[in-house]
């Protein structure tokens, strides 16, 4: 169950840098090159690698907080890095249809993106700071985030595969092998 939960925070944080980098407004042939960097449609590739996102040198940090610790985190970042780092946080997403067990374990958890220059001394600072939170981390470039976003959404709907089956064998379990069955 936490490897769910974990999909699902990595998830949430995979759309939020889609949406701070714009890539949620790209048409299908364009997010298709982005994908698959090895696109037929040249046209749209080309158009992507001219508009200078792909050329950035900015790394993107995310992970899950609990909504207390939001102002810490801000403020950790902001005095490590000497504010070369912007924070943006957001309220986590989680459809019915994934709350396997209708506990509501993103209630009190927020997602953040930490977005900063891609040097090896920001990159240990700012993921020794996120690792002092409880909630996983995870990193992509501009380059990978709808190919991670697309393997996360393949993960998420392998694993729920899983746990439905799982269930559903255990019922039959109890139903067929329970040595109180029918005893009263």
């Known amino acids: 169950m936490d490897t769910f939960k974990t999909i699902l925070a990595k998830i949430n944080v995979l759309r939020a840098i889609s949406k701070q980098l714009g890539l949620d407004k ?4 364009e997010e ?10 040249e046209g749209a590739k080309e158009r992507l690698l001219n508009s200078g996102l792909e050329n950035t040198n900015f790394a993107y ?3 899950t ?3 207390r610790e939001e102002f810490t985190l801000q403020r ?3 005095r490590r890095t000497n504010g070369n780092a912007l924070v943006v946080t957001f309220p986590l997403e989680v459809s019915e249809h ?11 958890r927020l ?26 981390i995870f ?3 501009f380059r990978d985030v709808l190919g991670d976003l697309a393997l996360a959404n393949q993960t998420k709907e392998k694993l729920r595969a899983v746990i439905v089956q799982s269930k559903a064998q255990f019922v039959e379990y109890l139903n067929n092998y329970n040595p109180l069955r029918g005893m009263e």
């Not at 298709?32 to 449609?41: H, R």
């Not at 977005?115 to 090896?120: A, K, V």
């Open 76 to 78: 950790l970042i902001f």
């Open 111 to 136: 997602g953040y993106v930490v977005i900063y220059p891609d040097f090896e001394v920001e990159r240990r600072i700012i993921r020794k700071v996120c690792e002092s939170f409880i909630g996983p």
């Open 65 to 67: 907080i609990e909504k």
């Open 61 to 63: 940090l995310g992970g």
């Open 98 to 108: 994934d709350l396997l067990r209708k506990d509501n374990f993103m209630e009190n």
């Open 139 to 141: 990193e992509t470039s």
């Open 32 to 41: 298709a090159a982005m994908t698959a960097l090895s696109s037929k449609n």
């Open 26 to 29: 790209l048409r299908a042939d």
